[in-house]
């Protein structure tokens, strides 16, 4: 599974009053934001002679006197800074969690070093007024990494006494709004807010619902649990009980319990004995049994589930993703397949939902901006490499062609600035 949060951050709430935000622990901090010698985790100096008129050093990513990670093809040195055990790699592959923590991307940090305050004044200039400046918002909000744009979004509130995102949907229209209020949103918050969009009113987005439980860890999908109660007043899992059915509820309710494995050394013997379990649960009997499915597709790690595939693949000469097609239907085929493409290639998955977005006549907005905010400074790198392998297209050409105006903008600065 990939890793994209930051543990131990307070997330304001959805168009609420957000708590205090505290300076975090490493390896929780940004990159340098300030222009200050370490530790980065001490609050910024306002009120006191600022380092922020020093020239910055922000063409040089942290940690400094180290090689940098960036543009490197096995160099995303950092374990998940929220995980509270190892990683969960892709089984004979580079460790996929060891990205770059969300809130440090691939340096594009530029003028920061003039502090939170000064963005805040930047970008209630950019709203306030007869008209709105969306180029200054895009150009200042799409040069700060998550992190910086969360201090930003507390100091507009103790500045102006209004909530920033609250301000952006009043000024703000369309896919443009959506996206830049996806930006301002911590991981957990954005998560939560699109699951809560998905369930609400009439009806329910199933593939939201497949595509984020279905690709988080353990530790994301406990984190996005805690921010959907603040936000919502109600569990995660009461909604999904209450807004699916059948077998693809009892898969999504087990995805919530976190159980899954860490195990990055898979036991030869238990994977195999879990494969000749999905045989005899599938293929090898009349009718399937769910439920062994449900248990193993939830609660073994990507290393056993690799494994396991290699193993069913020996026993039935066919791979885990035959059987699930031959054996299910709907939306729980659907979740199986991306829990298993979620441990094995998760920048494959991610790269096939920006191409259903784009393909055909119209555009899936709403998907495209999800999967774009969400994976910008996770993966994208590794998502547009897999855009090309698959389908030999260049990613950003390809959005660039289906959307128009400031919306083309922000997402084209998106893509591009990695």
């Known amino acids: 599974m990939y890793s994209g949060y930051n543990q131990g951050y307070t997330a304001p709430g959805v168009g609420g009053y957000p708590p205090a935000y505290p300076p975090q622990q490493p390896p929780y901090v940004p990159q340098a934001y300030y222009n200050s010698p370490p530790p980065y985790n001490q609050p910024p100096p306002y009120g006191q002679p ?19 990670p960036y543009n490197q093809a096995a160099a995303y040195a950092q374990p998940p800074p929220y995980q509270t055990g190892p990683p969960e790699p892709v089984y004979g592959q580079v460790p996929y969690g060891n990205q770059p923590q969300y809130g440090q991307p691939y340096g594009m940090q530029t003028g920061f070093h003039q502090g939170p305050m000064k963005d805040c004044e930047i970008l209630h200039a950019a709203m306030h007024g007869a008209g ?4 200054t918002i895009i150009n200042l909000i799409c040069n700060r990494n998550a992190m910086q744009r969360a201090e930003i979004r507390r100091q507009y509130k103790a500045s102006y006494g209004k909530d920033l995102i609250s301000r952006i949907k009043d000024e703000l229209s369309g896919n443009f709004k959506d996206t830049v209020v996806g930006l ?13 969009k998905a369930m609400k009113g009439l009806g329910t987005n199933e593939g939201v619902l497949i ?10 999908i406990q984190m996005i649990k805690d921010e959907y109660q603040r936000a919502y007043g109600k569990s995660l899992e009461s909604w999904v009980y209450d ?8 898969l999504l309710i087990s995805i919530i319990q976190c159980t899954r494995s860490m195990n990055t050394v898979p036991n030869p013997a238990q994977c195999q004995a879990d494969a000749q ?12 049994d769910e439920a062994t499915f449900v248990r193993i597709f939830t609660q073994r790690s990507a290393a056993e589930m690799d494994m396991i595939n290699s193993c069913y693949q020996q026993l039935r000469g066919k791979s885990l993703h035959q059987a699930i097609e031959k054996e299910f239907s709907g939306d729980t085929k659907k979740l199986l397949h991306t829990i298993l493409e979620g441990l094995q290639d998760p920048a494959a998955y991610f790269a096939r939902r920006i191409r259903e977005s784009v393909e055909g006549i119209g555009t899936n907005d709403s998907k495209l901006v999800r999967v774009i905010v969400s994976r910008c400074e996770v993966d994208m790198p590794r998502i547009k490499q ?6 030999g297209r260049d990613l950003v050409q390809d959005v660039r062609s289906d959307t128009s105006g400031d919306y083309k903008r922000i997402l084209s600065f998106l893509l591009t600035r990695v």
């Open 184 to 196: 301002f949103m911590t991981p957990p918050e954005y998560d939560a807010y699109c699951l809560y």
């Open 277 to 288: 379990a999905l045989y005899h649960a599938g293929e090898g009997r009349w009718g399937t």
């Open 50 to 68: 600022s380092p922020y008129n020093q020239p910055p050093p922000y063409g040089q990513p942290p940690p400094y006197g180290q090689p940098p």
């Open 132 to 135: 709105t400046d969306e180029a």
């Open 243 to 250: 807004e699916t059915s059948g077998h693809f509820r009892k």
């Open 386 to 391: 897999a855009y090309q392998r698959l389908f």
């Open 211 to 220: 595509e984020i439980l279905g690709t988080r860890n353990n530790q994301e």
